[in-house]
């Protein structure tokens, strides 16, 4: 069985990776901030991705659980927040680059660390943003544009380094999704104004990034390195 270490796993698209994987047959260590009290515990784990020791301690202990590193990753633990640039403190731009941007590394490198102690191959796939590649003056968020940029940049860097090991690293990058994250869905009248500008005038969903991913994550990708699949819609072509 294929080992699948998913961040961002309580909601959202993590949580629908989460779901696809579990289906296909992997098994799959979940990683968050938090979970619902409710949910079960077996396979989950709580870190701060943008903590290195944290990132550090959480990788040990799901390698430690499996008795062998992980044989991929779908990075997506993020954060998204709206506010113009000149209202945007240090604290906030730290928040949002520092778990978007920083953790996206952190992960990374941590995972990818296992597998080349371990010497076998794998796959890591980060979470882009169209908002890297579109300015949105109705929504403005430099900090979290700034962080989704940086993520296509390690992507390909990282794919340059240790693609001579055989482990893959690639980004899915999302249009507009309807998630917990996505506040555009709360304003009926900018929903509207955002459909008609979409080729496909709908939303995307979870499940159909989470499909993107586990592509990237398996050997059905076997020769795709360095690149981003973007899922949105038709967005960046309109």
Partial sequence: MARLVVT??????????VALATAEGWDVAQIDRSF?????????????VADQREVGQVVAAVTSAWGAPPDALVHCAGVYRVAASTEVDTAAWDEVVGI???????VARAVAAG???????????LLGSVASSRGDAGEPSAAYA????AVGSLTRQLAV???????????????????????IVEDADATAALLTRLPMRR????????????????????YITGTEIVVDGGYLAS
């Fill in 100 to 106: 978007n941007a920083r953790g996206s590394f952190f």
């Fill in 115 to 125: 597998m080349l102690a371990a010497g076998t191959e794998g796959a890591v796939v």
């Fill in 8 to 17: 961002g796993a309580a909601s959202g698209i993590g949580a629908a990776v």
């Fill in 161 to 183: 380094e240790w693609g001579p090991a055989g482990i893959r690293v690639n980004a899915v990058v999302p249009g507009v999704i309807d998630t917990p994250m996505t506040t």
């Fill in 203 to 222: 939303l995307g969903r979870a499940d159909e990034v989470a499909a993107a991913c586990m592509f990237l994550a398996g050997p059905r990708s076997s």
């Fill in 146 to 149: 700034a962080s989704k940029g």
């Fill in 36 to 48: 619902p009290s409710s949910a079960p515990t077996e396979g989950r784990y709580t870190a701060d």
